[in-house]
């Protein structure tokens, strides 16, 4: 995770050649080209055909530059196999799809809490044991992600996909059929370890094929698709609960046949997005035509075994989380948002239950309030987006925190409207208002974290948020634990007003990181190395202008 997930590692060379050269000749030094079999690139601008033993090859005249006595390969302009020159349709199919996966994961993790009841009676099980279940689910997107995203820079995404999704199918199989609790700890863990690997990867994705000033709709779609999914599956997962013929097994049951669809649409539409392993596959190609090992892509020079880069990645994103201020406050701050959210997973239904009378069905309706929030704080990000436009020019990465300065506010007045109205004598629609204020607050927060980590450690990005992405879900895994003893020595009342005061404590966070961050920053040694990879980059560009 040495670079940002996503960030071309090639910059598009303007060197074209009219000249041809026969296979047999040793490229010139000042015009090297590679050779690569016609049908591995169908839409070369400039060809020439040659007969050898009887195979058909092309010579292109695709952009290369000399350096350290080896020929890198890179995209021609508008070149169809670079990611992000596909079209805009396979852009938004690819998006589409990343999403839709997200959205299964997402709701897998809520909707298995609806069938609590049921399952306790049939499988003789504790209501902690059945909890563990919620928990161990998340531990698999703290810590897999660490490993696999190694993985995938080495191998590419998209066979990443392809295991994750049907695996996360069998998962669910599992689930469905397993006679005892313990198989569906053991299951649900699984299951959070591949589904993890997938939804991890879409944000990846959605940097490899859109431009920057591009990704801001896309990546707001994948923030919906996670957050409001937590509420739409346990909204649908309630009333399959509540019919007797039905239950908590027909709910993996929908979850088994609704990702198998999404794995066979993954698997259609899906193609490889990660540029460094696409031009490392054309460096190969060249490679084996030509029989010419000078032939390279930039990804293959001075590369880290996959061990070391395993090692990296693992411990890059705690050095992040402990030593660097700014990654340290917002995951702190997100993570306890992403904790206080399973909480309320895991005892809303019960506190509708025991206060209004609501059946099943009904209280799984009470989440809807999830999908509802979620979609005001996209709203509330497209006007963050209007905002940021106006100010970066003088406030610079800070501009992103203008709606998080609001959310820091809101976030403990909808928790404790929700602790304090949710009474018998009070209409249930004024606790539902203060969850819905809640949730809108979450996902502002959620999408500042993502865009404000991003735009601070560019070729960190990835370490940073593979940080607060660890520091959120192990947190999301020990809150609900909590959920059952805590209300019970609380009230629900007491508990989430617990809750409150500790989120206006974090109010402060926004606000130094937007007065102070680039102070902040400026004292960072991670910070001051950004500069110098950013300053590197820019350096062969202006002298390809010269």
């Not at 610079?396 to 925190?401: T, V």
């Amino acid at each position: 995770m040495t670079d940002h997930e996503g960030d071309p590692a090639f910059r598009v060379l303007a060197i074209k050649r009219e000249q041809q050269i026969p296979e047999s000749v040793n490229p010139p030094i000042a015009t090297p080209v590679p050779l690569i079999h016609k049908e591995a690139y169908t839409d070369a601008p400039l060809h020439t055909e040659e007969r050898d033993e009887g195979t058909s090859k092309t010579i292109f005249h695709a952009p290369t530059v000399l350096e350290d006595g080896s020929f890198y390969i890179d995209f021609e302009d508008r070149d169809r196999r670079n990611p992000v020159n596909f079209s805009p349709a396979r852009k938004w199919a690819i998006t589409i799809n990343a999403c839709a996966f997200t959205s299964i994961v997402a709701a897998a993790v809520s909707s298995y809490t609806m069938g609590y009841s049921s399952m306790t009676r049939d499988l003789d099980c504790t209501l902690f044991q059945a909890t563990l279940g919620l928990s161990v689910y998340t531990l698999g997107f703290a810590f897999m992600p660490l490993v696999t995203s190694s993985f995938s820079e080495e191998f590419g995404r998209f066979p990443f996909y392809i295991v994750s999704s049907f695996m996360f199918v069998l998962t669910e199989v599992i689930i469905a059929l397993a006679p005892n609790v313990q198989i569906v700890i053991v299951a649900r863990a699984i299951g959070g370890c591949f589904g993890s690997t997938g939804a991890t990867l879409v944000a990846g994705t959605i940097a490899d094929i859109w431009l920057p000033h591009q990704r801001g709709f896309p990546m707001s779609l994948y923030a919906l698709a996670v957050v409001a999914s937590c509420g739409l599956g346990p909204m649908i997962a309630g009333w399959i609960e509540a019919n007797p013929s039905l239950q908590w097994r027909w709910i993996q049951w929908i979850h088994a046949v609704v990702s198998g669809v999404c794995s066979i649409s993954i698997l259609l539409v899906m193609r490889e997005t990660r540029s460094t392993v696409i031009l490392a596959r054309m460096a190969r190609q060249v490679r084996k035509d030509t029989g010419d090992g000078r032939y390279r892509a930039r990804s293959e020079a001075n590369k880290p075994c996959l061990m070391s880069m395993i090692a990296t990645s693992c411990t890059r994103p705690l050095s992040l989380l402990f030593t660097e201020p700014i990654v340290q406050s917002f995951s702190l701050w997100i993570g306890f948002v992403w904790g206080v959210l399973f909480f309320l997973l895991d005892s809303v239904s019960s506190e509708f239950k025991n206060i209004y009378g609501f059946g099943v069905g009904e209280t799984g309706s009470v989440f809807a309030t999830i999908a509802i929030g979620s979609l005001l704080g996209y709203l509330a990000n497209v006007y963050e987006e209007r905002l940021y436009k106006k100010y970066v020019h003088c406030k610079g990465q800070e501009a992103r925190l203008y709606m998080a300065c609001v959310a820091s506010i809101t976030l403990p007045t909808g928790m404790l409207i929700f602790a304090w109205t949710a009474r018998a004598d009070i209409p249930w629609i004024v606790p539902l208002v203060g969850l819905t204020l809640f949730m809108t607050s979450a996902f502002v927060i959620y999408q500042a974290v993502f865009i404000y980590l991003a735009d601070c450690y560019g070729p960190y990005a990835s370490s940073a948020l593979a940080g607060q992405s660890l520091c959120r879900n192990i947190l999301a895994t020990v809150f609900p634990l909590c959920t059952s003893r805590m209300n019970g020595l609380l009230t629900y009342k007491w508990a989430g007003t617990v809750f409150a005061l500790i989120a206006a404590i974090m109010i402060p966070i926004p606000y130094i990181l937007f007065v102070y961050g680039s102070r902040i920053r400026g004292c960072s040694p991670v910070s001051q190395k950004i500069l110098e990879i950013e300053a590197e980059q820019k350096n062969p560009a202006e002298l390809e202008k010269s």
